[in-house]
């Protein structure tokens, strides 16, 4: 059974930072395509940041040089470090996981809030 349980969300100022962690069980994340997701309210989900099972990481423009993604293989984690916080990144953070080369994230975390107070 896979699970992806999310951590590190809460409130914080702008200009402020924050780190989300995602541990995965059931799944290895260095033998996965990992990605974090976002769902502001009354918004469409959307994606942020992805890290393949090579280790190749992109993500999307409105977060270039504020956020990053990385992977601990050992804690079987990943991790979203956020600077440089607005509050137009307020929203639900999920975690998600596929097989490489699948087009599909098949494995979702519960998500974890984050609010960025103006």
């Known amino acids: 059974q896979v699970q992806l349980v999310e951590a590190g969300g809460g409130l914080v100022q702008t200009g402020g930072s924050l780190r989300l962690s995602c541990t995965a069980s059931?799944?290895?994340?260095?033998?996965?395509?990992m990605g974090w997701f976002r769902q502001a309210p009354g918004k469409e989900r959307e994606f942020v940041a992805g890290?393949?099972?090579?280790?190749?990481?992109y993500d999307t423009e409105s977060v270039k040089g504020r956020f990053t993604i990385s992977r601990d293989s050992a804690k079987n984690t990943v991790y979203l470090q956020m600077s440089s916080l607005k509050p137009e990144d307020t929203a639900v953070y999920y975690c998600a996981a596929r097989p490489p080369g699948s087009g599909t994230y098949t494995y979702w975390g519960q998500g974890t809030p984050v609010t960025v107070s103006s």
């Open positions: 059931g799944v290895t994340v260095s033998s996965s395509d």
């Open positions: 890290v393949t099972w090579r280790g190749s990481r």
